[in-house]
Structure formats: structure tokens, C-alpha cells
């Protein structure tokens, strides 16, 4: 059984600039949640996505955003990126957001 | 305010000995907990996980405990392997939310295996 997928593994992105983000989950699993990590902050939840809606979001500003398609992959997307949104950014998927959660390799985001 | 906490940023054991990574929590919301394996650079690893219910549960060499009381909960590794060395996230979660709220970590203890 396939894990989970997040692609690309490593980006780097000019400040100011937006940047999107792939996860595709277990098969089967329909919540799909994001997670920023970063030294200072450790691993910080953004949001949970169950059947393409938007269950529950994370204190981060409105720049950070996500989707989920009917086939559960989800996609998060970064506008007008600041250095500070370097970070390793982890997907994980769930059955159902009730039981353990499985987490991807992580797209490792750097602003320079 | 840290909801949940992980108070030794590191533990050194030796190898063959027994584990104990603590974990503490003040969200009394929290009814589902899970731990957490993570090399650098790589996503967490699923361990073990324990429900309000039970107080228990065990996977091989890794045994979860929970005391609601103190809000506390420990897992326990025997035998320790050099394998082990990594960070372990102690996580919870709600699930009087349906499952929506995510997960809140710890902020990880790293444990080294001496030969």
C-alpha cells in the first residue's frame, strides 16, 4: 500500500513570490491535514481537509490556503511568501481525522 | 501556552535498557494521544497510539500509559536499539471534534542509543 506522496520534496522561492504544494494521501483515507514545522515552533497544524471542505484551520494568516479534490489529494498554496515561511511543510492523511494519522516525506520550503 | 509538553529535550539510554519518554498535557479536551518517530528531514513515523479509555497499550517493544489524572503519559521502549536514536513527538487530539482540530504536537525529546 502506498504512503503518503508530497511533492516536490525541496523548493526555493524568492520572497514575495507564491508557491502550491501537492500531497496525495493513503488510498481509502479522505482527511488530509497540513503541518508547518520549523526550529523555533516545532510542528504547528494549518489545516483539515475531509471531503474537499475545509473542517478546521490553524492561527495562521490567510495567506496560507489548501483544497482538496474529489480523489482526496490536496493542495496548499503560500502567497506573497516571507522568509519566515521557511519551514518543513508535512501532510498527513487519516480515514477519517479519528484515527492515526500517517505523514508524508515533507516539502522542505526555503525563502531566500 | 504549550498544550502539550515535553519536558527533556533529550534522553541518552544505553542500548538493551529500557526507554521512558514523558509527555504532559493540560488540554483536558485531549482524549486520543499518539507518538511519533522522526528523522531529519523526513515526515513523522506512526508509533503507538492510546484512546481516554484505556490506560495501556502495547506494540512490541513500545508500551503507551496514560494517567488522566495527572495528565501525563509515557512510552516505554524495551529493549532500547541503536535504531531508536531519533526524536519522538508525543501528539494529541480531540476527537469530540470529528476529527477537524489536527493534531498538537510536543515539542520532541531526542533520543540517543549508547552502544
Known amino acids: 500500500k502506498a504512503g503518503v506522496t508530497q511533492t516536490p520534496r525541496y523548493l526555493i522561492k524568492t520572497r514575495g513570490q507564491q508557491v502550491t504544494l501537492s500531497c496525495s494521501p493513503i488510498?481509502?483515507?479522505?482527511?488530509v491535514s497540513w503541518y508547518q514545522q520549523t526550529p523555533g515552533q516545532g510542528l504547528q497544524f494549518l489545516f483539515e481537509y475531509f471531503s474537499e471542505t475545509q473542517r478546521n484551520k490553524g492561527n495562521f494568516p490567510g495567506r496560507f490556503s489548501g483544497r482538496q479534490f474529489s480523489n482526496s489529494r490536496s493542495e496548499m498554496n503560500v502567497s506573497t511568501l516571507e522568509l519566515g515561511d521557511s519551514a518543513l511543510y508535512l501532510c498527513?492523511?487519516?480515514?477519517?481525522?479519528?484515527?492515526?494519522?500517517?505523514f508524508g516525506q515533507g516539502t522542505r520550503l526555503t525563502v531566500v | 501556552d504549550q498544550q502539550v509538553k515535553q519536558n527533556s529535550p533529550s534522553l541518552s539510554v544505553q542500548e538493551g535498557r529500557i526507554s521512558i519518554l514523558n509527555c504532559d498535557y493540560t488540554n483536558s479536551m485531549f482524549d486520543y494521544f499518539l507518538w511519533y518517530k522522526k528523522y531529519p528531514a523526513e515526515g513523522p513515523t506512526f508509533l503507538i497510539s492510546?484512546?481516554?479509555?484505556?490506560d495501556k497499550n502495547e506494540d512490541g517493544r513500545f508500551t503507551v500509559f496514560l494517567n488522566k489524572s495527572a495528565k501525563h503519559l509515557s512510552l516505554h521502549i524495551v529493549p532500547s536499539q541503536p535504531g531508536d536514536s531519533a526524536v519522538y513527538f508525543c501528539a494529541a487530539s480531540s476527537t469530540s471534534g470529528g476529527g477537524a482540530d489536527g493534531l498538537t504536537f510536543g515539542k520532541g525529546t531526542h533520543l540517543i542509543i549508547q552502544p
Open positions: 492510546i484512546s481516554s479509555i484505556k
Open positions: 488510498s481509502g483515507h479522505r482527511s
Open positions: 498527513a492523511s487519516s480515514l477519517t481525522g479519528l484515527t492515526e494519522a500517517f
